[in-house]
């Protein structure tokens, strides 16, 4: 097992101010406090090798979570173990082991290239020139950055300065990849890139991955396992294929018509959209049997194309959220 | 160990020098404002001298000689531990992070992290008078004085900036406490009243980096080198002391308001 | 008129500031200290005689403690308004120059109307425990008060016309920096001008600067009917000089922030 969490538990004192200026003055002499408990007894195991991603809506408690992992926030209770350390005790040992990107919290000198970070990572963590070099060049070609990494950080476009970073967390040799929003604010073919990236670095490298993402698609092109966090709690853990079958009880039926039909009438089915020859229509699985919506509509109309489609899984985790 | 820690600044010089020469202008710029700013303070102390020639034995080459430690300390100081004013600030906008997913001694790395250009100026000003008020032979005294000071400088700033992990956002409160003590430093410790003697020599220690050493310099007397070195061991002490406790309240995230 | 929101940014910045309140009541305690250590300075000057130019103790320690309120109330406007011009942020900020101007106008006075009033109060204290009040006829009050505005004025005029330079300098700390030390010392805050040697303080009373700190608290230790008329008609004066050349400077620098898009 390289990270064990049990029962963790984290909970923050907020200060709760009122308005008004009234308020403001007396607020000078006594402070109200709330508890908030961000991260609420979670337990969960992941393995060498594995890419398990975090997911869940803002103030769940991913990142919170996350930070505990990388022994930058101590936990209120539980026991957390990342690769047999503990991340509160022994922050420097494990330091050497792990690697974290924040996407929104860089770690390259921004006024400088890349290698230069790179050159002072090295002797952060004291890697051995052989090593070194051998390592840096090996990740320069695969992340095909070649060109760039001689040029000043803030110069590079987003997809090129993540894939930097992703190189600077990774010179010494880390065994946990901790990626925190690695993909935010860029557009969907450097997402792809970035995707491509992380998944090689898993396989090839056997590195295991931890990854938090508000981007469902990236979760799901990644990760073959997810957790999902809502209210400090875990809703979810467990393979995408597991949300898909346990959670999804939804089909939605895509048809296009040769003639122009007002309304398709289905039993059971739901209308998502009517055009003049494409219609949507949604059917709960559990109560209505696809294959027999599918042949009641081919029969009764005159059909062009129709197709059968998972609903988007933005709208699967919205409803594990509600729950 | 104190190899590896002056390789790492070894390492951090070479990128702050990259830095300054990627931004040529700037650099000069702030190095020589600073050097302006020291000068004109050497002009107010002209004036004060030219009306009163002489105040409780100091003359003007003494004033002189107290700016050539108390600049080179700050100087040195801002230029190896960039960040000792700074911490506040890196406090508050979560830059603590990443030092804390790194292997060195988070105190010491987040110091060296940043190198001031306007300390440089000091580093160049303090020369300058130093060349001016000391004899070639004083001058092993003088360097070995002014990192003395340049220490007790850093781990003051580093317990004020401290604050910041207990009172939220104290990046105004230890910028002022560090003008203060710059402030203070410049003038002669013999016009205070004992009261205001002991305030500068404990609370806001500009006594023991600028007035002392310039004493030492002039006279030395055994006694207080050793009492300068004891300071110098004590506030070192305690700053490790305030960070560290202060970063364990960090780490249990008593400060989300400061780094969400 | 739009005037009216002026006002309000000046009310939310003074409930800003009351947000940190730790952080503000340190930095006004400060300046008391600092007011200690002058006394001490200067009890030993005074220590064989009871007037030097003119300024008896109680004088120069209540003088001093006046040009301090006044001069570090206004804070870091130098620097926050060079770094927004900087950043190019105002170009998107607000359409016409002396709307950018008045609006941290709005904001800088009511920061420093908080500051300096806790400014004085502290340092007051201290100055009154340890020197003694200064003789002070209320009916100055007004007079008094209107200068201070005025020299707050005049203070920030200066560092919203300095600020701009930043553009060309790329660095507003360092401007922040030299215009601070050259009010702190032409502009008699640390020593008044009449302790200079003549030809020196001939060229700070000719300056804008002394306007700022030297002319108010001399006036404030030792009034005059006539004193105080000539003093704000010259606050004025420099107030308009500086208010023309800071719409121009302004004018032609956003013209270039506008065409270089920030």
Redesign the interface.
């Known amino acids: 097992m390289v990270i064990s969490i049990k029962n963790l538990t984290?909970t923050?004192?907020?200060?709760h101010k009122k308005e008004g200026?009234k308020a403001?003055?007396f607020?000078?002499f006594k402070s109200h406090y709330k508890q908030?408990h961000a991260v609420n007894n979670i337990s969960f195991n992941i393995k060498k090798g594995e890419i398990v991603g975090f997911i869940g809506p803002n103030g769940a408690g991913k990142s919170?979570t996350i930070?505990m992992m990388?022994?930058?926030?101590?936990p209120?209770s539980g026991k957390i173990s990342i690769l047999n350390h503990n991340p509160?005790k022994e922050?420097?040992?494990l330091?050497?082991k792990?690697g974290?990107v924040?996407g929104q919290?860089p770690?390259l000198?921004y006024?400088?290239p890349a290698i230069?970070t790179y050159?002072?990572f090295r002797?952060?963590?004291?890697i051995p020139e052989k090593e070194f070099k051998e390592r840096l060049n090996r990740y320069i070609k695969l992340f095909e950055v070649e060109e760039i990494v001689h040029q000043?950080v803030r110069k590079l476009s987003l997809g090129q300065r993540m894939r930097c970073e992703m190189i600077a967390s990774l010179l010494h040799n880390p065994q946990v990849l901790f990626l925190d929003e690695p993909t935010i604010g860029m557009d969907i073919i450097v997402k792809k890139k970035i995707r491509e990236l992380i998944r090689k670095l898993n396989k090839e490298e056997k590195i295991t991955i931890v990854l938090t993402s508000h981007d469902m698609e990236d979760v799901e092109q990644i990760c073959k396992r997810l957790i999902i966090i809502s209210k400090g709690k875990i809703v979810h853990d467990g393979s995408m294929k597991d949300i898909r079958e346990k959670y999804l009880s939804k089909k939605r039926i895509v048809v296009i018509l040769q003639d122009k039909v007002k309304e398709i009438s289905l039993p059971g089915a739901e209308l998502m959209y009517r055009g003049t020859y494409k219609h949507a229509l949604e059917i709960n699985t559990k109560e209505t049997s696809l294959k027999e919506s599918v042949k009641s509509i081919v029969s009764k109309y005159n059909v062009e194309d129709i197709s059968v489609l998972d609903p988007p899984i933005e709208e699967i985790i919205e409803e594990i959220y509600q729950r | 160990m104190v190899v590896s820690h002056l390789k790492l600044i070894i390492e951090y010089m070479k990128i702050n020098i990259a830095t300054a020469m990627e931004y040529r202008f700037n650099f000069i710029v702030q190095s020589l404002s600073m050097v302006a700013n020291n000068a004109i303070w050497i002009l107010f102390w002209w004036i004060f001298f030219q009306k009163f020639n002489i105040v409780n034995t100091w003359t003007m080459n003494d004033m002189i000689g107290l700016y050539a430690v108390l600049t080179f300390s700050f100087g040195i100081a801002g230029t190896v531990f960039g960040n000792r004013r700074r911490i506040a600030e890196v406090i508050s906008e979560g830059r603590l992070d990443f030092f804390l997913t790194l292997p060195k001694n988070v105190l010491f790395h987040t110091l060296i992290g940043k190198s001031s250009w306007f300390a440089f100026g000091d580093v160049i000003f303090g020369l300058i008078m130093a060349t001016i008020a000391f004899q070639w032979w004083q001058f092993p005294l003088y360097f070995l004085l002014c990192t003395l000071s340049a220490i007790i400088l850093t781990s003051f700033a580093v317990i004020v900036s401290s604050l910041a992990f207990y009172m939220g956002d104290a990046r105004s409160t230890s910028r002022q406490l560090d003008i203060g003590l710059m402030s203070f430093g410049g003038y002669p410790l013999s016009i205070f009243s004992d009261t205001a003697k002991i305030l500068l020599m404990t609370v806001i220690p500009a006594g023991f980096i600028s007035t002392i050493p310039v004493e030492l310099l002039t006279q030395f007397q055994l006694k207080w080198f050793l009492i300068l070195l004891g300071f110098t061991l004590l506030i070192f002490v305690i700053a490790i002391f305030v960070f560290y406790r202060g970063l364990r309240k960090y780490e249990s995230g008593s400060m989300i308001t400061t780094r969400m | 008129m739009g005037l009216i929101k002026y006002l309000h940014i000046g009310r939310i910045s003074f409930k800003n500031n009351l947000a940190y309140k730790t952080d503000f009541l340190v930095g006004s305690l400060f300046i008391a200290l600092i007011i200690f250590i002058l006394i001490n300075l200067w009890q030993t000057m005074y220590a064989d005689r009871a007037v030097i130019e003119g300024f008896t103790i109680t004088m120069m320690i209540w003088y001093l403690v006046m040009t301090e309120s006044i001069v570090t109330s206004p804070g870091r406007v130098i620097e926050q308004m060079g770094d927004e011009i900087r950043s190019g942020d105002i170009a998107q900020k607000l359409n016409k120059p002396y709307n950018y101007v008045l609006f941290h106008y709005a904001e800088s006075m009511a920061k420093s109307a908080q500051r300096f009033v806790l400014t004085f109060l502290f340092g007051g204290i201290v100055t009154l425990l340890l020197i003694g009040p200064l003789t002070f006829n209320l009916n100055h009050f007004f007079p008094i008060l209107l200068v201070v505005i005025l020299a707050l004025t005049l203070h920030f005029t200066l560092m919203a016309l300095i600020s701009v330079f930043a553009l060309w300098l790329e660095d507003s700390k360092s401007m922040h920096f030299i215009y601070q030390k050259v009010v702190f010392v032409l502009g008699g805050m640390l020593l008044p001008l009449d302790i200079f040697p003549d030809w020196l303080a001939s060229i700070g009373k000719s300056l804008p600067f002394s306007f700022i700190a030297y002319f108010p608290a001399k006036l404030f230790v030792g009034f005059n009917w006539n004193d105080f008329l000539i003093l704000i008609a010259k606050q004025i004066g420099w107030i308009l000089i500086f208010v023309a050349c800071t719409i121009i400077v302004y004018r032609i620098s956003f013209k270039r922030i506008s065409i270089n898009g920030g």
Do not use: M, V
């Open positions: 984290k923050f004192k907020i200060k200026l403001s003055f607020s000078l908030l919170t930070k990388a022994g930058i926030l101590f209120t509160q922050r420097k040992k330091s050497y792990i974290t924040f919290k770690q000198w006024h400088l230069d050159n002072l002797r952060i963590f004291e000043p």
